[in-house]
Structure formats: C-alpha cells, structure tokens
C-alpha cells in the first residue's frame, strides 16, 4: 500500500512540474523554485527528482504506462507498423492533457541543447517500449537502428508538427506520422533490411 501512495504522490508531483512549466520558462525553473510554487519542501522534492531531467525521465515512464494500458486492447490481427502507428498516435493524445507544459519544455531544448542531449538514452527506452508493444523487434544492430530512427521520426513530428496541431483529431499530426514512416519504409527496402 505505501507503495502506490509513493506512486500516486510521485504522479501528482510531476503532473504539477509540467502544469508549472505551463506558465514558466521551463529553462529557467530549478528544483529550488520548484518547491518554492509547489509549497512543498526542497527536500521532499529530491525524494523524488535528483534534477530536472530526472523529472523529464519520470514523466516519460508516466506517459508509458499510461499508453500502454491505453492500448492493452489493441487489435493484433493488423500489421504491426499499423500497430505501431495507433501506439504513436495514443502517445501523441496523451501528451494533449499537457501539451502547454511540454510546448515550455520543448522551446526550453532550443535554448539549451544539450537537455535533449541528455535526456535522448530516456526517450530511446520509452520509443523502445512503444516498439515491443507493437509486436516488432528491438534487439540487436536492426533494432537499435529502429529504435533510433523511430524516435527520430516520433521527435521530428512532435517538434514539427504535433506542438501546433490543436485539432481535436490531431490530423495533421497523423498525416506527419504516416508520411515519415512511410518514408523510412521506402529507404529500409532500398537498403534491403
């Protein structure tokens, strides 16, 4: 039981930092005036996050499980880029309930660089999940290629395209997904994988 309270006060906390960052530049929060806004103690705060990349990580894991027992229903009689594709797709919707907060971090990146530097290896292992989900393979040489190259396209739509797409459908973000994962398909059958 302790467990799941640590859990659930966890999820509450990094819900608020990502609705904080919704109204600050995320660039300039540091864990100290984040407990500050919080109202909570900076060192009940560090039980949790070591920095602000731990909080990114731990959001990650959040958004995971969320899309997965989204998606636990998922029809296993299509293909599994299809299937790939409606995980993506779920990932991009759940990321909606707090799109302003991520749009904070995501311009913060472009200010510091080396935050999505650091924080790559942690969203590599979330687009890997994704991956097994789907059904499709994750080891060896061909799946660290597809891994690396599905978050490429998973970022580049983020980035490019879901930030701005308020439709209610999110349209113009499945037509970005689809056309970059065609596109990758179309080169993997040039080089013969």
């Known amino acids: 039981m302790n467990g799941k309270i640590e859990k659930d006060i966890k999820e509450d906390l990094i819900k608020e930092i990502i609705s904080l960052a919704a ?5 300039d929060l540091t864990l100290d005036n984040i407990a500050m806004y919080l109202k ?3 060192a009940r705060l560090q039980e949790h996050f070591k920095d602000k990349t731990d909080i990114l990580t731990a ?6 499980y969320q899309v997965l027992d989204n998606v636990d229903d998922i029809d296993l009689d299509i293909l599994p880029r299809d299937r790939l594709f409606d995980i993506l797709m779920e990932r991009y919707e759940t990321l909606g309930e707090y799109r302003d ?10 200010c510091d660089p080396k935050q999505i530097v650091i924080f790559m290896p942690h969203l590599c292992h ?5 991956i097994d989900a789907a059904g499709m393979e994750t080891n060896g040489i061909i799946g660290t290629c597809k891994v690396t190259v ?3 396209i998973y970022v580049n739509v983020l980035i490019r395209t879901w930030k701005d797409d308020t439709s209610a459908d999110l349209g113009k973000t499945m037509a970005a997904l689809d056309k970059n994962i065609i ?4 080169l993997a059958n040039l080089a013969g994988f």
């Open 126 to 130: 979330s687009i890997s999940r994704m």
């Open 183 to 186: 596109r990758v398909e179309k």
């Open 101 to 110: 907060g991520i749009i904070s971090i995501l311009n913060s990146f472009k």
């Open 59 to 64: 959001f990650g894991s959040m958004i995971d």
């Open 23 to 27: 109204h600050h530049d995320w660039s």
């Open 40 to 42: 909570i103690d900076l």
């Open 150 to 152: 599905i978050t490429g």
